[in-house]
């Protein structure tokens, strides 16, 4: 099965900065088939991002996701409050889908 | 508005066995695969297992291979997990999860665009 590997474990930012999320595929991720989730504490995860760069409906511009083969990036422009959460990837290119980790961005 | 609500969690010995439902409305159920997804106490999110619209194609986690049922009743919208032979390592928040199209592609690798608000499972003597 494909391992993700999300970088850093943790992102202490402040609001209104730019955070770069990474996550890394133990093998290359086929028809960049990576989606992204949030999820906030005793919430369930939301759906930010498919195909790796696709906004899910209802997902402000500022997240964007890019990457492909076995480098993927989400990236917040502008750090808005409500967006201190944890953050994970998902590879659906192969079964069984996996998850990354996690990173959870917390505020400074 | 789609809604996904799971039920069944609880308390369990190890070795027992639970019934976990996840009723759907909002859109054509029979239409999309769904899938469970689980999240133990602090930790990430592992797929569990998925189903195809019709119900044809079931796919497994090799850690709950043989061990956990998944299946649905399109006549009620709703979808079940089976879980048997329990273990500690299973004590999770399990998720009801929608897939994005019908086929068995999308249950057995598919990703999801609506999730329940989970149920508690313990594994526990």
Same mark, same amino acid.
């Given at each position: 099965?494909?391992?993700?590997?999300?970088?850093?474990?943790?992102?202490?930012?402040?609001?209104? /900065?730019?955070?770069?999320?990474?996550?890394?595929?133990?093998?290359?991720?086929?028809?960049?088939?990576?989606?992204?989730?949030?999820?906030?504490?005793?919430?369930?995860?939301?759906?930010?991002?498919?195909?790796?760069? %696709?906004?899910?409906?209802?997902?402000?511009?500022?997240?964007?996701?890019?990457? %492909?083969?076995?480098?993927?990036?989400?990236?917040?422009?502008?750090? /808005?409050? /409500?967006?201190?959460?944890?953050?994970?990837?998902?590879?659906?290119?192969?079964?069984?889908?996996?998850?990354?980790?996690?990173?959870?961005? /917390?505020?400074? | 508005?789609?809604?996904?609500?799971?039920?069944?969690?609880? *308390?369990?010995?190890?070795?027992?066995? *639970?019934?976990?439902?996840? #009723?759907?409305?909002?859109?054509?159920?029979?239409?999309? =695969?769904?899938?469970?997804?689980?999240? #133990?106490?602090?930790? +990430? *999110?592992?797929?569990?297992?998925?189903?195809?619209?019709? +119900? +044809?194609?079931?796919?497994? =986690?090799?850690?709950?291979?043989?061990?956990?049922?998944?299946?649905?009743?399109?006549?009620?919208?709703?979808?079940?997990?089976?879980?048997?032979?329990?273990? #500690?390592?299973?004590?999770?928040?399990?998720?009801? =999860?929608?897939?994005?199209?019908?086929?068995?592609?999308?249950?057995?690798? +598919?990703?999801?665009?609506?999730?329940?608000?989970?149920?508690?499972?313990?594994?526990?003597?």
């Amino acid at each position: 099965e494909i391992v993700l590997t999300q970088s850093p474990g943790t992102l202490s930012l402040s609001p209104g /900065e730019r955070a770069t999320l990474s996550c890394r595929a133990s093998q290359s991720v086929s028809s960049i088939n990576l989606a992204w989730y949030q999820q906030k504490p005793g919430q369930a995860p939301r759906l930010l991002i498919f195909g790796a760069s %696709s906004r899910a409906t209802g997902i402000p511009d500022r997240f964007s996701g890019s990457g %492909s083969g076995t480098d993927f990036t989400l990236t917040i422009s502008r750090l /808005e409050p /409500e967006d201190f959460a944890v953050y994970y990837c998902q590879q659906y290119g192969s079964s069984p889908p996996t998850f990354g980790g996690g990173t959870k961005v /917390e505020i400074k | 508005e789609v809604q996904l609500l799971e039920s069944g969690g609880g *308390l369990v010995q190890p070795g027992g066995s *639970l019934r976990l439902s996840c #009723a759907a409305s909002g859109f054509t159920f029979s239409s999309f =695969a769904m899938s469970w997804v689980r999240q #133990a106490p602090g930790k +990430g *999110l592992e797929w569990v297992s998925g189903i195809s619209g019709s +119900g +044809g194609g079931t796919y497994y =986690a090799d850690s709950v291979k043989g061990r956990f049922t998944i299946s649905r009743d399109n006549s009620k919208n709703t979808l079940y997990l089976q879980m048997s032979s329990l273990r #500690a390592e299973d004590t999770a928040v399990y998720y009801c =999860a929608k897939g994005m199209c019908s086929s068995n592609t999308c249950a057995r690798q +598919g990703y999801f665009d609506y999730w329940g608000q989970g149920t508690l499972v313990t594994v526990s003597s």
